[in-house]
């Protein structure tokens, strides 16, 4: 590529995660490592590309109350929206150790309580270094993705000119 060639665009997914706090609305953020080749330093939420993965045919059954078709149409676009949902999740899982997803009991896990922390943290390990995918760590442990606790509310692109660039949907989650 030369500098004169557009930067492609990536499909990317970021969810910020708030809360109620004791003094008002509280927002979880990362900061990116000083050396990071993009942005380093910068306050950022969870999020980055659509990996392969994450648009595969078999994720539908672990995604709780959201199907391809509703997930496309909220994105206004043909199909492959579910990818999205999965994307901002598995990158929550990989960069903050937080997993939206729904345990066989029904409620929202917390691996900070959760037995055997030591197991989650080789799954993150293993899904972030692409060696197992997010469907099969669900089949594994029993989880449902907790898609539809995650709210659509914006698409943003990275400006012409950026060294990478970004087609990214932003999500809401509690």
Do not use: K
Request: charged share 25%.
């Amino acid at each position: 590529m030369t500098a004169t060639d557009p930067v492609p665009l990536r499909d990317a997914a970021t969810v910020l995660i708030l809360r109620d706090g004791a003094e008002g609305l509280e927002v979880f953020m990362l900061r990116r490592n000083l050396n990071s080749d993009f942005v380093g330093g910068a306050y950022v939420f969870p999020g980055g590309a659509v990996d392969p993965w994450d648009r595969e045919l078999d994720l539908e059954p672990i995604c709780h109350g959201r199907s391809d078709a509703d997930a496309s149409r909220r994105l206004g676009i043909e199909s492959g929206g579910l990818a999205f949902w999965v994307a901002a999740i598995r990158e929550s899982f990989e960069e903050a150790g937080v997993l939206l997803a729904y345990g066989p009991d029904g409620d929202v896990v917390d691996l900070d309580h959760e037995a055997g922390q030591a197991r989650w943290a080789e799954h993150r390990g293993a899904v972030d270094r692409g060696e197992l995918r997010l469907v099969d760590l669900c089949a594994a442990e029993q989880l449902r993705l907790a898609v539809d606790g995650m709210h659509y509310f914006g698409h943003w692109i990275t400006p012409e000119g950026a060294p990478r660039r970004y087609d990214t949907r932003f999500f809401l989650a509690a």
